[in-house]
C-alpha cells in the first residue's frame, strides 16, 4: 500500500523559500506508472494543483506559480521535493503531496490524485 | 484555466436523505471529471474519476454522471460519515483546477 509524508518547516518568513519533501513508502517514486504531485489548501478554502513531476524530471508547473516553483525527485532516498521561491502570507497552506494516476479507456486517458499524504501546514510569517 | 463552479457551496441534509451536488465548468471537459471528499483536518479522498467511475473500495452510495459542461455528484442515502467537504477537479488541461468545494451539514 503507497504511503506518502510530507516533511519541512512549519514557518518560513516571507521573501525566504519554502522547501518540502514527500517520503513515499510501499513502492518506488521510480514506477512508470505515476505522476508525484502537490497540492495546496489556504486555511478554510479550496484546493489548488501546484505541479506534479515523474521520476524523470519531467515536470508540470501551475502557470500561477510557475516562475516561483520547483520540484525535484530523489529515486535514491524514494522522495520528492517542493521548492518555492519569494513566499507571501499568500502562499500560506496546507500542502499535501499525491500521486497523480492514469487511466487508459482505448485512446482516452484519464487523471486523478489518489494516495495522499496527511498534509502539513506551513506558515508565512516573519 | 477551466473554472469550475460548484453549487450549491453548502448545503443542510438528514440522515437517509439524497443529496445532488452540481459542478460546471467554463468549457467542455468532456467526462474528464474527478470527486474528492475532505473530512475536517484530513486529506481529500478520491471518490469519482472520468466522471461517473466510482473509486475501487468508495461505497456505492456515491456516484457521479455528466459530461461536456455539467457533472454532479449524488449521495443516497446520506449516513453520518458523509458530512465533509466535496470537490470536483477538472483533468482536461493543465492547469488541473478545483470547484470551491460544497459543505454538506447534518441538518
Redo the contacts between chains.
Keep these: 500500500q503507497l504511503q506518502l509524508q510530507e516533511s519541512g518547516p512549519g514557518l518560513v518568513k516571507p521573501s525566504e523559500t519554502l522547501s518540502l519533501t514527500c517520503i513515499v513508502s510501499g513502492g518506488s517514486i521510480s514506477s512508470n506508472s505515476y505522476y508525484w504531485g502537490w497540492i495546496r489548501q489556504p486555511p478554510g478554502k479550496?484546493?489548488?494543483?501546484v505541479g506534479s513531476i515523474y521520476y524523470s524530471g519531467s515536470a508540470?508547473y501551475?502557470?500561477?506559480l510557475k516562475s516561483r516553483v520547483n520540484m525535484f525527485v530523489d529515486t535514491s532516498k524514494n522522495h520528492f521535493s517542493l521548492k518555492l521561491t519569494s513566499v507571501t502570507a499568500a502562499d500560506t497552506a496546507v500542502y499535501?503531496c499525491?500521486i497523480r494516476i492514469s487511466?487508459v479507456?482505448g485512446i482516452s486517458q484519464?487523471?486523478?490524485?489518489?494516495y495522499?499524504?496527511?498534509?502539513t501546514l506551513v506558515t508565512v510569517s516573519s | 484555466d477551466i473554472q469550475m463552479t460548484q453549487s450549491p457551496s453548502s448545503l443542510s441534509a438528514s440522515v437517509g436523505d439524497r443529496v445532488t451536488i452540481t459542478c460546471r465548468a467554463s468549457q467542455s471537459i468532456y467526462t474528464y471529471v474527478n470527486w474528492y471528499q475532505q473530512r475536517p483536518g484530513k486529506a481529500p479522498k478520491l471518490l469519482i474519476y472520468a466522471a461517473s467511475s466510482l473509486q475501487s473500495g468508495v461505497t456505492s452510495r456515491f456516484s457521479g454522471s455528466g459530461s461536456g459542461t455539467e457533472f454532479t455528484l449524488t449521495i443516497n442515502s446520506l449516513q453520518p460519515e458523509d458530512f465533509a467537504v466535496y470537490f470536483c477537479q477538472q483533468s482536461h488541461t493543465i492547469p488541473w483546477t478545483f470547484g470551491q468545494g460544497t459543505e454538506v451539514e447534518i441538518k
Excluded: H, I, T, V
Design positions: 479550496g484546493l489548488e494543483w508540470n501551475n502557470p500561477s499535501y499525491a487511466m479507456r484519464w487523471y486523478y490524485f489518489d495522499w499524504g496527511q498534509g
